[in-house]
């Protein structure tokens, strides 16, 4: 069982920057994966920036140059540096953390999503 705590969205003019904070506790594994996802209104979740197998990280298209993902693994703590802030990235953002498992499919725990604005 993992908890997922997150922070840092709010209402920010386009061009601007916002940073998400995500702290997982519980059954916490260095060697799961962390990221974040987000959703639009009336829109399917979306991959936004994750890390996968060893340490790599994928971004979606439309965030690649302006979003960082980072992490301290310590903490059990990531974090998403969003700059360049546009309209159409107004949407709920929620940390996930995957379990992955060869024999069976992977568990994927969520956060409660965090309301992330840009206006015009």
């Known amino acids: 069982q993992v908890q997922l705590l997150e922070s840092g969205g709010g209402l920010v003019q386009a061009g601007g920057s916002l940073r998400l904070s995500c702290v997982a506790s519980?059954?916490?594994?260095?060697?799961?994966?962390m990221g974040w996802y987000r959703q639009a209104p009336e829109k399917q979740r979306e991959l936004v920036a994750t890390?996968?197998?060893?340490?790599?990280?994928n971004y979606a298209d439309s965030v690649k140059g302006r979003f960082t993902i980072s992490k301290d693994s310590a903490k059990n703590t990531v974090y998403l540096q969003m700059n360049s802030l546009k309209p159409e990235d107004t949407a709920v953002y929620y940390c996930?953390?995957?379990?992955?498992?060869?024999?069976?499919?992977?568990?994927?725990?969520w956060g409660q999503g965090t309301q992330v604005t840009v206006s015009s």
């Open positions: 996930n953390y995957r379990v992955p498992s060869l024999s069976y499919f992977s568990r994927d725990y």
């Open positions: 890390f996968t197998a060893g340490d790599r990280i």
């Open positions: 519980g059954s916490v594994s260095s060697r799961d994966y």
